[in-house]
């Protein structure tokens, strides 16, 4: 069986990313992209599914040992396990090369001290565990085959097959170095290089080493900051500048439930909030770059706006169930590609618009395009952003007027204006503006519950939403207003976990509610960082510091988070790593370290 969701490392070449487990498990990899089909399918099902497995030799019947230690070396994606055993102590070293070629995991084995058995066994499967290749020997390499689709398995260590399965046995004294290496390569090209583990590893190094130089941060918060800043690196598609939502998919949001979706594309939303925060702490060429793959992916329809994309800007993204995986803890149906992506999320239009006017505030080159795209979707909004939709949190559910769209279409029109303002864009100024009014109008009375004191999840309404906690982070209302204030108090009594985390919104359990969907979900990781903002923004500063440093504390070994937090449960629940958990983090941090609510 799996591990925990947060038993698990995240490595990467800003191509595609693995998930190595605490026993040196590799139980998710996806060749050659983030959304190809996986090779290691394991996390969603057994071992029947595809995984490779590193660590030392154990018994047959015997679970396999997990590291003692783990860690990553200095602010990179290398990770180094140590496992201490009877006969001594090894590490191992995973990392993925960021790659002109083919792309490469690499796991390098070291003794550290004593005479040390170690195992590797490696069983791919293509096509998320269904299709067994056919495995042979090429010029003294080991090769799998299937379809259109080759994994090449390189080591100095003797190898043998048994039970469809390729292991290699062997004893590591110390300072033995022996390396282990799979590379992908479409089989009907010609066998890729042959891998130089040692001086991949010292170029991986040196990368990372020199990105993170280019972080402006350097607050209290820097290693959480730095950590997520690497993270949210290695979830870009370097070819393109598309930023994927996470690596996995259907990780559920409720162990054993039906709330599980592919997480491999790039949503608008996601998107937009990671290029702020990478704005904000130094990062402009990877601004850059996603502000061009977003004109590359709306170019020539910016009217029929999708709410995700591929990460080369793929708009079909035909949702389907793989019934051959069992899910993650039995959590089915398994799902590949995505039918939220023609929903209709007016709030994605505010999401857009914001990260391209903070681009243009902070520097970035001016665009032509990039202004006529904003103009353009403006002048949707201005025919469509009184209809319903199925907001934020792509319900499955009947259209609503979501409170949090509304606001967010005005904050599009805002920032518009402020485009036009500033002599950067030429468009109807006086009309603009007329709108903006009739938004922020619309939402104040319709969106607003008097007798509560607190803005509402939609029009008519007495369900609350945390997408609320945006309010005054668009600026839509100032910190202090009482509507603002009644709204943070609203949602802290309402949708709070006994431990003090937020939900998104009331949820059924067994019944269908406004998602349309069955069963519970934890709390939201971001709507919980959202509340540590708001509470900071209002001036209760010791409590955000409390509620921030409490998040921090929910991130796994490595600093990781998933998206949800399930309180029963105490352990990480949805799709991991997540960006949308770890953007509001390094937002929340710069927000309380301008503020000074910090201890220490």
């Known amino acids: 069986m799996a591990g925990r969701i947060e038993d698990y490392a995240l490595i990467g070449d800003m191509q595609t990313a693995a998930l190595v487990c605490r026993d040196g498990t590799v139980d998710w990899l996806c060749l050659p992209r983030f959304d190809s089909h996986a090779i290691f399918a394991g996390l969603l099902g057994t071992e029947e599914h595809g995984f490779w497995r590193l660590g030392p030799a154990h018994a047959a019947d015997a679970q396999p040992p997990t590291a003692a230690r783990r860690t990553y070396r200095g602010d990179s994606l290398i990770l180094e396990s140590e496992w201490d055993t009877p006969r001594g102590t090894v590490r191992v070293t995973d990392f993925m090369p960021p790659r002109d ?8 084995v070291e003794g550290v001290s004593g005479r040390v058995p170690m195992r590797s066994a490696l069983r791919m499967r293509f096509s998320y565990g269904r299709v067994v290749p056919w495995v042979h020997k090429h010029d003294g390499r080991t090769v799998a085959v299937a379809g259109p689709d080759s994994v090449w398995f390189d080591t100095e260590c003797e190898t043998y097959g048994k039970s469809l399965t390729t292991y290699s046995d062997f004893t590591v004294a110390p300072g033995d170095r022996i390396a282990f290496t799979i590379s992908w390569e479409p089989s009907h090209k010609q066998p890729p290089p042959l ?14 080493r020199e990105w993170v130089e280019h972080c402006t941060y350097h607050g209290p918060y820097r290693e959480a900051v730095i950590r997520s800043l690497i993270t949210l690196k290695a979830l870009t598609y370097a070819p393109t500048g598309g930023i994927v939502a996470a690596p996995t998919t259907s990780l559920p949001e409720d162990i054993g439930g039906v709330r599980n979706w592919d997480y491999r594309y790039t949503w608008l939303r996601d998107a937009a909030i990671t290029l702020s925060s990478l704005l904000r702490t130094g990062y402009r060429e990877e601004a850059r770059a996603w502000r061009e793959w977003l004109l590359r992916a709306v170019a020539g329809d910016p009217e029929n706006l999708q709410i995700m994309y591929g990460i080369a ?12 995986l069992p899910g993650y803890e039995n959590s089915a149906p398994v799902r590949v590609g995505n039918g939220a992506a023609h929903q209709l999320q007016l709030d994605v239009y505010g999401e857009v618009t914001e990260a391209l006017h903070l681009g243009h505030m902070t520097g970035l080159a001016r665009s032509d395009y990039a202004s006529l795209l904003q103009l353009k979707l403006i002048r949707y909004l201005e025919q469509h952003w009184d209809e319903p939709d199925e907001g934020i949190w792509e319900v499955r559910g009947p259209r609503r007027h979501f409170v949090h769209s509304k606001v967010m279409a005005w904050v599009a029109v805002d920032r518009t204006i402020k ?21 922020h109008r619309d939402v104040c009375e319709k969106g607003y519950d008097k007798e509560r004191n607190t803005f509402t999840q939609s029009y008519g309404s007495k369900e609350l939403d945390a997408s609320l906690l945006l309010i005054p982070q668009m600026g839509f209302l100032p910190p202090d207003d009482k509507r603002v204030i009644g709204t943070i108090e609203a949602i802290q009594r309402e949708l709070s976990t006994p431990d003090g985390f937020i939900l998104r919104y009331p949820t059924e359990g067994d019944s269908e509610g406004v998602d349309g969907l069955p069963g519970d979900e934890g709390a939201f990781l971001a709507c919980s960082f959202w509340m540590a903002d708001d509470l900071a923004m209002i001036g209760r500063v010791d409590e955000a510091r409390k509620l921030f440093e409490k998040l921090l504390d929910l991130r796994n070994d490595l600093g990781l988070l998933a998206e949800e937090w399930d309180p029963r449960l105490k352990r990480q629940v949805g799709n991991f790593p997540q960006a949308f958990s770890h953007v509001p983090l390094i937002d929340t941090a710069l927000r309380l370290t301008a503020s000074g609510a910090y201890g220490g």
């Open 101 to 108: 070629g083919a792309p490469q995991l690499i796991r390098i």
């Open 195 to 208: 891998p130089e583990p040692e001086a991949s590893l010292q170029a991986t190094e040196e990368f990372w």
């Open 313 to 324: 800007g793929e708009r079909e993204l035909g949702e389907a169930e793989l019934d051959w």
């Open 419 to 439: 485009l036009i303002e500033s002599g950067d864009a030429d468009g109807p100024l006086e009309r603009w503006r007329e709108l903006r009014d009739d938004i």
